[in-house]
T-cell receptor
Framework: DAKTTQPTSMDCAEGRAANLPCNHS???????VYWYRQIHSQGPQYIIH???NNETNEMASLIITEDRKSSTLILPHATLRDTAVYYC????????????FGKGTKLTVNP | EADIYQTPRYLVIGTGKKITLECSQT?????MYWYQQDPGMELHLIHY???????EKGDLSSESTVSRIRTEHFPLTLESARPSHTSQYLC???????????FGSGTRLTVV
C-alpha cells in the first residue's frame, strides 16, 4: 500500500472550514484514499473514501487531485467535537487486508 | 449505537494472570482485527482474521493469541500478563469489500 504524508498538527477556528491535506504521490491506479479520525483514544471512526472523483457525505468532503497524488479532507463547519487525530490511508479495495495507520494530523478546533 | 462491542472497557490485573479481551460484532462481517495502541502513539495491527477458523499475525509481534470460532466473536487472550502488555487494545471489523472498518471502543489494559 502507498505511503501517505500528512502535517503533524493543524489548528482551526470553530465554525470555519478545516482543510486537511494528504500527499500520496506513489498511489496506484486501483488504490483508494480513506480517511479516519480518532477522538481522544476512542476507536478510530471511518469518515469517507474515494478513488478519483470528489466525494461528499454527511461528515465531510474529499477532494482528490486529477493526478491523484494528493487529496484534501474538508470539514465544512468545524466544531469543538471535531478535535481529533485524522488519518489518511491509501489502500486497494479488497487488496491488502491490513489498514495501516500512520501518525496522522492532530486537528485542534479552537473556540 | 455500537455494532462492535469490546469488554471490559478498563482492566487492571496483576502480573502472571491469564486474561481474555472480548470482541463481538453484529454486522456479519467476515474480517476482524486487533490493534494495539500505546498512549499518544500509532495503532499497530497485532492479529487479523478472514473468517471462521482463520487467524493471522499482524505487523507488530504480540504474545497474545486469538481465536475465531464464530463469525461474530474474536477474543484475544494473554496467557500470562506482564507490565509490558499495558496498552489499549482496539478491535475492528470490515465487510468483504473492505469499504470501511468499524472499531470498538477499546479495552484499556493495565498490568501491575
Amino acid at each position: 500500500d502507498a505511503k501517505t504524508t500528512q502535517p503533524t498538527s493543524m489548528d482551526c477556528a470553530e465554525g470555519r472550514a478545516a482543510n486537511l491535506p494528504c500527499n500520496h504521490s506513489t498511489i496506484s491506479g486501483n488504490e483508494y484514499v480513506y480517511w479516519y479520525r480518532q477522538i481522544h483514544s476512542q476507536g478510530p471512526q471511518y469518515i469517507i473514501h474515494g478513488l478519483k472523483n470528489n466525494e461528499t457525505n454527511e461528515m465531510a468532503s474529499l477532494i482528490i487531485t486529477e493526478d491523484r497524488k494528493s487529496s484534501t479532507l474538508i470539514l465544512p463547519h468545524a466544531t469543538l467535537r471535531d478535535t481529533a487525530v485524522y488519518y489518511c490511508i491509501v489502500r486497494a479495495l479488497g487488496g491488502s487486508e491490513k489498514l495501516v495507520f500512520g501518525k496522522g494530523t492532530k486537528l485542534t478546533v479552537n473556540p | 449505537e455500537a455494532d462492535i462491542y469490546q469488554t471490559p472497557r478498563y482492566l487492571v490485573i496483576g502480573t502472571g494472570k491469564k486474561i481474555t479481551l472480548e470482541c463481538s460484532q453484529t454486522m456479519g462481517h467476515d474480517k476482524m482485527y486487533w490493534y494495539q495502541q500505546d498512549p499518544g502513539m500509532e495503532l499497530h495491527l497485532i492479529h487479523y482474521s478472514y473468517g471462521v477458523n482463520s487467524t493471522e499475525k499482524g505487523d507488530l509481534s504480540s504474545e497474545s493469541t486469538v481465536s475465531r470460532i464464530r463469525t461474530e466473536h474474536f477474543p484475544l487472550t494473554l496467557e500470562s500478563a506482564r507490565p509490558s502488555h499495558t496498552s489499549q487494545y482496539l478491535c475492528a471489523s470490515s465487510d468483504t469489500n473492505n469499504y470501511g472498518y468499524t472499531f470498538g471502543s477499546g479495552t484499556r489494559l493495565t498490568v501491575v
